[in-house]
C-alpha cells in the first residue's frame, strides 16, 4: 500500500513561493498521476493539479500562471510550488494518488498546514 | 467548469437512521466519473464510492451510491456513530477536476 508524507515550511511570507514535497513510500513514482488538492480553515477541497510520472502536468485554470509541479524520480518524490501567495493561499494542503481505472483518488497524504502571513 | 452542488449542507439524524446526500452537477458527469469521499475532522479525504456506485476497499456496506446525469445521491442506510464526518462528491467529466461544497452529517 502506497504511502505519501508531505513536507515544507509552515509559514510563507505574503509574494513568495510556496515550495512542499510530497514523497512516496511503499510504491514507485514510475506510474500514476500525482496530484495536490488544498482546502483552506473550515473550508471545502480545491485541486491544485497533478504531474505524471512522465513529467507531463496539467493545472487548475485559476491557479495556471501560478503553479508548477515537478517529478523526482530517483527520490520517489513530486513537488509543487506555488508563486507569488496571499493569505488566500492559507490551506491545508493535501498530495494524493490517482487511480486511473477508478477515476478517484486512493491515497491521500495526512496533509500540511502551510500559513501565508507577515 | 461542472460545479457539484452539495445538499443540505448539514444532515442532524439519530443512530440508526438513513441519511441521503445530495449531489448535483451543473452539466452531466459520467457516472464512471462521480466519487465521494468520507471526511473525519482532522483527517485526510479517505475514498467511499467511485463510478458512482461501486464501494472501495474498506467501506462498509451500509454506504450505497447511486445516480446518473446530474443527479447523484450517497446514501447511508442506518447512521454509525463513525460515520460523523464531511462528505464531499468530485466529477472527473471534465478538467479541472471538482469537488462539491460538503455535507456536514452529524448525530444528534
Known amino acids: 500500500q502506497v504511502q505519501l508524507q508531505e513536507s515544507g515550511p509552515g509559514l510563507v511570507k505574503p509574494s513568495e513561493t510556496l515550495s512542499l514535497t510530497c514523497t512516496v513510500s511503499a510504491g514507485s513514482i514510475n506510474s500514476y498521476y500525482w496530484n495536490w488538492v488544498r482546502q483552506p480553515p473550515g473550508k471545502g477541497l480545491e485541486w491544485i493539479g497533478y504531474v505524471h510520472h512522465s513529467g507531463s502536468a496539467n493545472y487548475n485554470p485559476s491557479l495556471k500562471s501560478r503553479v508548477t509541479m515537478s517529478v523526482d524520480t530517483p527520490k520517489n518524490r513530486f513537488s509543487l510550488n506555488l508563486r507569488s501567495v496571499t493569505t488566500a493561499d492559507t490551506a491545508v494542503y493535501y498530495c494524493?494518488?490517482?487511480?486511473?481505472?477508478?477515476?478517484?483518488?486512493?491515497?491521500w497524504g495526512q496533509g500540511i498546514l502551510v500559513t501565508v502571513s507577515s | 467548469e461542472i460545479v457539484l452542488t452539495q445538499s443540505p449542507g448539514t444532515l442532524s439524524l439519530s443512530p440508526g437512521e438513513r441519511a441521503t446526500l445530495s449531489c448535483r452537477a451543473s452539466q452531466s458527469v459520467s457516472s464512471s466519473h462521480l466519487t465521494w469521499y468520507q471526511q473525519k475532522p482532522g483527517q485526510a479525504p479517505r475514498l467511499l464510492i467511485y463510478g458512482a456506485s461501486s464501494r472501495a476497499t474498506g467501506t462498509p456496506d451500509r454506504f450505497s451510491g447511486t445516480g446518473s446525469g446530474t443527479d447523484f445521491t450517497l446514501t447511508i442506510s442506518g447512521l454509525e456513530p463513525e460515520d460523523v464526518a464531511v462528505y464531499y462528491c468530485q466529477q472527473y467529466s471534465s478538467l479541472p477536476l471538482t469537488f462539491g461544497g460538503g455535507t456536514k452529517v452529524e448525530i444528534k
Open positions: 494524493a494518488k490517482w487511480h486511473e481505472s477508478w477515476n478517484a483518488y486512493d491515497c
